[in-house]
């Protein structure tokens, strides 16, 4: 069987180093807020480009702290509105209900998966605030147009780059782009902890300052406390195995990269729908960090029962959009076509850095010999 994602293998490419540093934080007996943290906060600031990165307890901390410390600076209100993809992970909109901010769920664009800034354009009033941009499958959204639409109506940008370490447009990250951005450093992610981590990073020091004490009980110096903060670190310990695995991530990234291109010029069946032209090259996918590899079919149920028989375990992402949710039943009446044609066709196959040329071409066979069905 060829696995969706085989994360065991994927450390154990580290195992000796990881260990290391592993072993360096339990000899240090300092467990929290160390030199470990500080020092992946820098080089993770410095891989993006930015000024600052703030280590937070994980990916929704990351969004949801970001949109709390913008509450505390009073450049949002509750009330506000949020646009936001809405077919986006639930993580994105949990972010901005948690701060009582009000999410305007709009359309994507029904190729590149992200929002476009021709919907998002047209869902902007005198309430919304801003705009919370999901860069989903590891896909950058068209943050150029995103930024000028925002300072066009004074709106703030989020990215959510849980999905898309390494992504850039224009010579500049996922990350870089909006007035700050989250990023997820779960397992399974492109840059992944062996536990649960996250990031903000931004160019904005008094957010950046905001955002280290909300998630230290609101408090910038021991026993002080400015804000009603909540407890969200990141432990030294998951610092000292990203910083191992960041310097790996650009040559992760690459294999992705290389194994999305034999997937777009191998796959040739014609009712599946891939990500990325058959033309393309290294050079055209570096707005792609690969997350996933999601390709669309009509028949999409049957191809997940072909390739589990040809022994190729796939996952769909995600199979109910936020707004059918039982989390939201209030959305559960409100109609987002493209967003539910994408969930009934999206279908995801194994991409990761340790897939071998011999299982990558297994996957294009079994996707090629999959029977076009009879209609
Ligand atoms: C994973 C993910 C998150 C949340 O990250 P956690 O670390 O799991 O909290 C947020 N947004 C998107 C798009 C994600 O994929």
Redesign the pocket.
Known sequence: MISFLDLKLINNQYRDTLIEAATRVIDSGWYMQGTEVHAFEEEFAAWCGTEHCIGVA??????TLTLKAWKELGRLKEGDEVIVPAN??I??ILAITENRLKPVLVEPDETTYNLCPEKTATAINSNTKAILA?H?YGQIAPMPDIMALAKTHNLLVLE?S??AHGAATKGKKAGNWGDAS?F???PG?NLGALG???AVTTNDPELAKTIRALGNYGSHKKYENLYQGVNSRLDEIQAALLRVKLYYLDAETQRRREIALAYAQGIENPVIIQPIGRDANLASVQNHAF?LYVVRTGTRDALQQHLLNAGVQTMIHYPIPPHLQQAYSDWNTHSYPVTEDIHQQVLSLPISPVMTDEQVQKVIESCNDFPVPNR
């Open positions: 994980n990916g929704l901390d990351a969004l986006t992970y993580a994105s999901v989903l959510d849980a999905q989250g997820s450093f779960y992610k649960d981590a996250g997350h």
